[in-house]
């Protein structure tokens, strides 16, 4: 089992990114040699459009690890380094963005990603018997894929259906009222494709 981002939730994500940006603001950036062609032409492409939606080029960083996410499924040290250089920040900097952000994965992560809210109407609402469901069919806790890498498991904060709770999202499939005897029917959906 594997941990896509085993820093997700701590709290020191937050110090680290005010760090890390007042460093490289004090330092400079770039001081190595840029590696664009790691990310390819259509991804360049795509953060290019990007770029152009913000008024300067580190704005973009969280859209551009999600181009760059979307291809390759997450962000390896490889990756981070060749965003960095593309949008003049420094890898260090960009790090701390993608460790506070917890849907960037900087590890493999399985085919689908199963997102359970743990936000407190859905902890209310009967979160625990439903994380105890997954954890109990999957075998795996937070922060963790299934050893045939179908599944990684994740805590996310409110998924915008408080009223609806508990809430859970695969890949992009929404699902509301989850009850503990729909946990088999839902995951069946993922694995029979
Ligand atoms: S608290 Fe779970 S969807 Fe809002």
Redesign the pocket.
Known sequence: MTSPNPSYKEEIGVHNLVVNMAAGIKNGFNHNAPHFEELGEAMRSAIDHEISLVPYKKAACIEAMKIVQKERGWISDESLKAIADYLEMSTSELDSVATFYNLIFRKPVGEHIILL?D????WVMGYQPIYQSLQNKLGIEFGQTTADNQFTLLPNA?????DH?P?LIIDNDLYRDVKTNEIDNILAKYTSS
């Not at 936000?119 to 859905?122: A, D, G, L, P, Q």
Request: aromatic residues 0%; proline residues 0%.
């Open positions: 809210c936000s407190i109407t859905c409110c998924l915008g259906c408080c709770g809430a």
